[in-house]
């Protein structure tokens, strides 16, 4: 991976990002776009937002339904099939197969 975006200032956020993105890398192609307090992985529009905190990660996935999970951190539509999903994720481990899971679901939506 290239160098990590400046926004993520933390060691917590910074090794959880590199996982993500290293996941997000195995769906297809997108592009990370560097807003001033967040990063957007977009396909086309953005499947997922990343929001740095001192202790890792708010992600935020963009679905068409929503989840039902003790995971969940957040959760709300934001239009008739769209939900915006967000997931605190403190440490790497924090990414795996079931959160993969639902990374695939908001990139399919963006193909």
């Known amino acids: 991976m290239s160098k990590l ?4 200032k933390s060691p ?9 993105v290293a ?3 195995k769906l297809g192609p997108f592009e ?20 740095p905190r001192a202790t890792g990660i708010i ?3 963009v679905l068409d ?3 039902k999970n003790a995971r969940v951190h957040k959760s709300e539509q934001v239009s008739a099939n769209r939900h915006h999903v967000e997931f605190k994720l403190e440490d790497p481990a924090d ?11 908001a990139y399919a939506l963006t193909v």
Do not use: C
């Open 95 to 105: 990414v795996d197969p079931q959160l993969v899971g639902w990374m695939k679901k």
């Open 65 to 67: 339904a929503p989840v």
């Open 5 to 8: 975006p400046s926004i993520l």
């Open 59 to 61: 992600l935020n996935l």
């Open 32 to 51: 990370v776009e560097e807003k001033k307090t967040s990063l957007h992985l977009t396909h086309g529009r953005a499947f997922a937002g990343v929001h």
């Open 23 to 25: 996941e997000a890398r």
């Open 12 to 20: 917590a956020s910074q090794s959880t990002y590199a996982k993500l």
